[in-house]
């Protein structure tokens, strides 16, 4: 059974950072690639970032410079790291691996950026 947990959400002031963590359970873990999604109210759920089990790593446009995706093979845990934050980053974040045929989600933590 394929889990994700997430963690670190919270609310935190514009230029602040916060670093979230998921904990993956019931795959081989090194073998799949990860990635971080977010929602915002009424908006569509969009890719933040992403890393291969070789640690190569993508970026959306809005986040570049400021966010930095990372796995720990050995703790099966994937992690983001988010500077500078700004209102429009106040969203649920969401972990997201594919396995066994089929796309698995955490059940999001809720991040809040504003003064």
């Known amino acids: 059974q394929v889990r994700l947990v997430e963690s670190g959400g919270g609310s935190v002031q514009p230029g602040g950072s916060l670093r979230l963590s998921c904990a993956a359970s019931?795959?081989?873990?090194?073998?799949?690639?990860m990635a971080w999604y977010r929602q915002a109210p009424g908006l569509e759920r969009e890719l933040v970032a992403n890393?291969?089990?070789?640690?190569?790593?993508n970026y959306a446009e809005s986040v570049k410079g400021r966010f930095t995706i990372s796995r720990d093979n050995v703790r099966n845990t994937v992690f983001l790291k988010m500077e500078s934050l700004r209102p429009e980053d106040t969203a649920v974040y969401y972990c997201?691996?594919?396995?066994?045929?089929?796309?698995?989600w955490g059940q999001g933590t809720h991040v809040t950026v504003s003064s």
């Open positions: 019931g795959l081989n873990f090194r073998l799949h690639p």
């Open positions: 997201n691996t594919g396995a066994r045929g089929r796309n698995f």
């Open positions: 890393v291969t089990g070789g640690g190569s790593t």
